[in-house]
Nanobody, 115 residues
Framework: QVQLAESGGGLVQAGGSLRLSCTAS????????MGWYRQAPGKQRDRVAV???????NYADSVKGRFTMSRDNARNTVYLQMNSLKPEDTAVYYC?????????WGQGTRVTVSS
């Protein structure tokens, strides 16, 4: 098992930036992949970005060129740097860890982008 703790959400104006953090309770080397997902009110939870064990990243088309996911293995932490934020980025952002065949989720952190 792994516990995930997110932080860094908040209220920001359109065009601004935020950095989300997710710290895992175990080494990232034991986790197949880490990801960020988001869920807007009344909508399904969608994948935003994923980083694999070898550091390869993949992004949703809606955030390419604006968001960057990275990892700090020494801190067991992944980050999501979000730039040029838009009102449509408003959502609760969840950290995800794929461990074997099991998915683990953080409690979520809210991001609100005002126009």
């Amino acid at each position: 098992q792994v516990q995930l703790a997110e932080s860094g959400g908040g209220l920001v104006q359109a065009g601004g930036s935020l950095r989300l953090s997710c710290t895992a309770s175990k080494s990232l080397f034991g986790i197949n992949a880490m990801g960020w997902y988001r869920q807007a009110p009344g909508k399904q939870r969608d994948r935003v970005a994923v980083i694999s064990n070898n550091g390869a990243t993949n992004y949703a088309d809606s955030v390419k060129g604006r968001f960057t996911m990275s990892r700090d293995n020494a801190r067991n932490t992944v980050y999501l740097q979000m730039n040029s934020l838009k009102p449509e980025d408003t959502a609760v952002y969840y950290c995800n860890a794929l461990l074997g065949v099991n998915n683990y989720w953080g409690q979520g952190t809210r991001v609100t982008v005002s126009s």
